[in-house]
């Protein structure tokens, strides 16, 4: 019987996908697997039975992803699987800022329990006349599953979108509408854009890349959404493009203390609700522990963000599943080509290697330097 630890609530369509095989534990030192959003993992000591962690969710900040690389315990994400929830959110923060939607209402509902509300309404409504989003151009930073899904939503609508990604591949190029202009540089986005919305993952490189230098380059009164992480703000320099009125609105899904103690009424923050549809949860727990499951019982390792990318299919013998630093990698695969084994397959990712075999009923002895976890899989 495997078992499968969860934390936060998980969707139960996405639970009810484990079999009879499993069964769900509340010490996570007894699991197999661990499911999770959003729970920060950080200080958590792993046991030596975890083999995997589905995150339902696309990233993985929360999670300790280089130590579990170290202990041989592959992390998923479901990429992909909250797009569409985000991408709605996204285009109506758009909608929020550009007619003045938040403002509005707070004003409607000082009127409450007042004479003539009507004519109150009509009196003050023209405080609140903003534009409209047809006919604007909107910059799209990082064209994944979720900054393609918003250009061609804002397509659709009647915008032009301008896109940009530091990682672009010829089979992503190939998604994309053809609508979309494609520059390889931000600095051919920043001054063209009335709106620019931000949709790449936080880490190293991208931590406070909307910066001063960034903000000098955009449009007077851009309209700025980030839908994505507030680490990719330089909250001083965010603050002083929106009060000298480089930026018009900031919309984010992630806010911090700076932002919300600024008080800034420019500032439109929503409590992370991107992923927050009833849609998105079921769908990234879905495929978390579908993921999870798979590694599980069969080995195979698919979106997994400290691990590559490698799967034999479904199992139908015993199958071996070696994690090695990628400097140990020849020697396993020396090994294993001993065996004479006839389905094997293999892949690296940066420091780590993976090599899934189907044994047969053959044995291996993989005592050597730099093995980090073997499994049989029976």
Not at 178 to 188: C, F, R, W
Not at 325 to 353: F, I, P, Q, W
Request: net charge negative; glycine share 10%.
């Amino acid at each position: 019987m495997f078992k499968i630890g969860t934390f936060n609530k998980i969707s139960p369509v996405g639970l009810n996908k484990l079999t009879d095989a499993y069964a769900l534990v509340e010490n996570p030192d007894e699991a197999h697997g661990i499911i999770l959003r959003s729970y920060d993992m950080h200080e958590m000591e792993f046991s030596d039975n975890l083999l995997a962690i589905g995150r339902a969710g696309a990233g993985t900040n929360n999670v300790p992803v280089d130590r579990c690389a170290e202990q041989g315990i592959v992390v998923f994400n479901a990429p992909g699987a909250n797009a569409n929830a985000v991408k709605e959110l996204c285009i109506c923060g758009m909608i929020l800022a550009a007619r003045n939607v938040p403002e509005g209402y707070t004003w409607a509902k000082t009127l409450k329990g007042s004479e003539g509300v009507g004519k109150q309404i009509e009196k003050g409504k023209g405080q609140f006349a903003g534009t409209e989003i047809m006919g604007k151009t909107l910059g799209v930073i990082g064209l994944g599953a979720i900054g393609r899904l918003v250009a061609d939503a804002a397509i659709g609508l009647g915008m032009t979108v301008i896109g940009y990604d530091a990682f672009l591949t010829d089979a992503v190029r190939d998604m994309l509408n053809p609508e979309i202009t494609v520059v390889d540089d931000l600095a051919k986005l920043y001054p063209e854009c009335d709106y620019i919305s931000i949709h790449v993952p936080a880490n190293d490189a991208t931590k406070g890349m909307m910066n001063a230098e960034a903000f000098a380059q955009m449009k007077d009164g851009v309209m700025f959404m980030n839908f994505a992480r507030d680490k990719l703000m330089n909250d001083d320099d965010l603050l002083a493009a929106l009060e000298s009125g480089k930026v018009a609105k900031y919309v984010t899904d992630f806010a911090d203390d700076a932002v919300l103690n600024a008080d800034h009424p420019g500032i439109i923050v929503l409590p992370h609700l991107g992923a927050s549809s009833e849609e998105a949860e079921d769908n990234c727990a879905s495929m978390a522990v579908s993921q999870v499951m798979d590694y599980i019982e069969n080995g195979n390792i698919i979106n997994s963000v400290n691990m590559p990318r490698v799967s034999l299919g479904k199992k139908t013998c015993p199958r071996l599943s070696v994690i090695c630093k990628a400097n140990a990698a020849a020697d396993v695969l020396a090994k294993v080509a001993e065996l004479e084994l006839t389905n094997v397959a293999s892949g690296t990712r940066g420091e780590y290697s993976y090599i899934l075999a189907d044994l047969g009923d053959k044995k291996a002895d993989l005592k050597i330097a730099g093995v980090i976890k073997v499994r049989v899989i029976e």
